[in-house]
C-alpha cells in the first residue's frame, strides 16, 4: 500500500523539526536587546517548515510572549521527535546489520550471542515480533508529534480567539450605539429639513389658495392662482429633495453610477465623478456607498469652500471583495470622524457593513474621506 504523500511530507516535516531542537533551545536562552529578534528568527523558521511540509498556512506572530510559549512547547515536542527519530534509526540499523550477518554468514559482534555464533533465522525471527511492535510505535509517535505540531502553532502563532471574539462584541457594541445616534441625527436633520423647506412651502400654499379664494376681481384671483402653481413646483421640488436625502429611488432601478452623477452635477462646487466599477453591487453596499459621497459633498459644501472636488469610486486594491469610494476636496481641511456628527454618523453606518473610514484632513486642507465596504 502507498503512503499517502501528505503523511510521506508531514513524517518530514516532523523529522526536521526534531533536528531544529537547538535552534529552540538557543532562541530560549537568549537574552539582552536581541531576544526578541532571535525569537522572532526561529518562530519564522518553524512556520517556514510548517507552511511548506505540516500545510498550515504561514500567519503573523503577535507578541514576544507567545512566540517564547510556542517555542517552550516545540522544544518538548521537538525532544520526543528526537528520542523517536533515534529510535527508528537505532532499529533501522540493527535490522541491517542483523539481515547481514544472517545472509552472509558474518560474526557481527554487537549481535552475536555469547558463544560467538552468528545470527541465525530463529535470532532473527525472535526480533521481529517485538521490532514490528516499536516500529508501530514509532509511527503512531511521528503521527501524534505531527498533530501536536500543529495544534501548538494553533494555539500560539494563531490569533487568540477570545480577545479576538471580546475585540469584535466591543466593536459590535460601539457600532451600534453609533448606529443608533446616526439615526437619531438623521432624522432630525429629516425634520429640520421638512420644517425649513417643505413646510413653508405648505404654508405659503395654503395662504395664496386662501387669498385666490377670498379674490373679488378675476385677474387678482388668476394672478394669486400662478403664484400657487409656482409654489406648488417648489413643494415637491423641496419634497423630493428631502425624499432623496433619505433613499434615492432611483439608486434601486438605475444602479449607483447615474445617482452618483446626479449627487456630484447638484454638489456645490459641482464634483467630478470617476466611477470605475462594471457591474451593480449589493443593495445595502450602493445605498451605504451613496451616503458616503452624499454626506462628503454636504460637508464640502458647508464648511470646506473648496473649488475642486473628486469622487472616484473604484475596486479597493484591484480586488473584487470590497470597494473604495474616495473624496477629494482642496478646501480648508480641519475636517475628522470625531468634529462633527456627520461623519461621526458615516464611519458608523459604514462599520456596520464591516468596512472601515478613513480621513485625512490636515488644516489648511486638502481633505481626503475614503471609505472601504466589503463586497460580500
Known sequence: MAIPSSAARATFGVVLGAFLVPLDGAALVAAGPWRDRVLGAAVRVHERRLERWLDRPARAVGRPDRRARYLAVRLVVGLT????????????????????????????????????????????????????????????????????????????????????????????????????????????????????????????LGMLVDRSRRATDDAARDALLAQAADETERLLTAVRDVAWSVHPTALDTQGLRPVLGRLAARAAPPARLDFRLAGRLAPTVEACAYYVVAEALTNVSKHARAARVDVVVEPAGGATEAVSVTVRDDGVGGAGTGTGRGLAGLAARVGALGGTVEVQSPTGGPTTVRAVLPCA
Open 81 to 204: 521527535s528526537l528520542g523517536v527519530v533515534l529510535l527508528l534509526a537505532y532499529g533501522v540499523l540493527a535490522a541491517a546489520l542483523m539481515i547481514a550477518s544472517w545472509a552472509f554468514d558474518a560474526r557481527v559482534p554487537a549481535l552475536s550471542n555469547d558463544e560467538g555464533e552468528p545470527t541465525t533465522g530463529l535470532t532473527i525471527l525472535s526480533a521481529a515480533v517485538p521490532g514490528v511492535l516499536l516500529l508501530y510505535l514509532a509511527v503512531m509517535g511521528l503521527i501524534g508529534a505531527a498533530a501536536l505540531e500543529r495544534a501548538a502553532a494553533a494555539r500560539y502563532l494563531g490569533t487568540d480567539d477570545r480577545a479576538e471574539l471580546v475585540s469584535r462584541i466591543e466593536s459590535l457594541v460601539a457600532s451600534r450605539a453609533g448606529i443608533v445616534a446616526a439615526v437619531e441625527a438623521e432624522r432630525r436633520r429629516v425634520e429640520r429639513d421638512l420644517h425649513d423647506g417643505a413646510q413653508q412651502h405648505v404654508v405659503a
